[in-house]
């Protein structure tokens, strides 16, 4: 059983869209700003059988329809290999990065940081809370007591 990204929050996953539509209105309490977009038919059922209520961080970028730039993006995808650990817990943290941790606009609210905060602010902000040079020093089970504390419990897999 396939389990909906959509459900998950802080899990990375990638969309096609296609044909962007923005429209707009205006309301009593100020305009409201919309842009639709074409999708494929799994696209579409992520979203038919996901939460309605959530709010979606992307990073796009705009590819052409010709195949060969399209091969281009999905090698410049292609993961690295993962940086050494430098720390006994290096593993807890990477994973947890690349789950996307660092983008949730609830860490960034948990470290008082802006919207526009960029990983490096993230891990900054950690570094100095925690008093520790390397998360990969943090012990992990410090770190989700933290967590916990600020609502972001969630923002955790479950797997680690």
């Known amino acids: 059983m396939n389990t909906n990204p959509l459900d998950q929050p802080g899990k990375l996953f990638h969309v ?32 038919m059988d996901g939460r309605s209520n959530i709010r979606l961080y992307a990073k796009m970028c705009v590819v ?4 060969e730039e399209q091969q281009q993006i999905e090698q410049s995808e292609k993961p690295s290999k993962p940086k050494p ?10 994973t947890l990065f690349k789950n996307g941790f660092q983008y949730a606009p609830q860490t960034k609210v948990a470290l008082d940081l802006p919207n526009e905060a960029t990983e490096q602010d993230v891990k900054e902000a950690l570094y100095k809370l925690f008093e520790v040079k390397s998360l990969t020093e943090l012990d992990p089970s410090r770190f989700c007591e933290w967590a916990a504390e600020k609502g972001l419990a969630s923002l955790i897999p479950k797997n680690l």
Do not use: A, C, H, M
């Open 16 to 47: 096609e869209l296609l044909n962007p539509n923005p429209t707009g209105r205006k309301t009593k309490e100020g305009p409201i700003y919309r842009v639709s977009f074409e999708v494929d038919k799994d696209t579409y059922d992520l979203f």
């Open 64 to 67: 052409s329809d010709t195949e």
């Open 85 to 94: 650990s430098r720390g006994p817990y290096g593993k807890f943290y990477q």
